[in-house]
């Protein structure tokens, strides 16, 4: 059974930074891509990037380019979400998703699995 666990949100003022992490169990990732998405109160869960496992290729949204960085762990199959410069508009609740095939895209109707999600407000 897959699972996702993240944590690592909390309340950080604009301009200050965050790491998320996301533990993945149940499934061998070397052949997927996980991704990081977010979802602000009333707003569509939107694309944040995502990484191939194998060769921890990324790629992101043009709202964060620049400022979040993903990278992963092997030993620990943990996916981190690594946030820089961070504004009063990345306030969301942040996932991680996980495919039941290889995919390496934005929308989020492919991604199958999902963990509970991490709360990150960004006070102004």
């Known amino acids: 059974q897959v699972q996702l666990v993240e944590s690592g949100g909390g309340l950080v003022q604009a301009g200050g930074s965050l790491r998320l992490s996301c533990v993945a169990s149940?499934?061998?990732?070397?052949?997927?891509?996980m991704g990081w998405f977010r979802q602000a109160p009333g707003k569509e869960r939107e694309f944040v990037g995502n990484i191939i496992w194998s060769t921890g290729f990324t790629t992101y949204a043009d709202s964060v380019k620049g400022r979040f960085t993903i990278s992963r762990d092997i030993a620990k199959t943990t996916v981190y979400l690594q946030m820089s410069s961070l504004k009063p508009e990345d306030t969301a609740v942040y996932y991680c998703?996980?495919?039941?095939?290889?995919?390496?895209?934005?929308?989020?109707?492919?991604?199958?699995?999902w963990g509970q999600g991490t709360q990150v407000t960004v006070s102004s």
């Open positions: 998703g996980l495919p039941r095939i290889f995919y390496f895209g934005d929308d989020k109707r492919f991604y199958d699995y």
């Open positions: 149940g499934r061998t990732l070397s052949n997927y891509a």
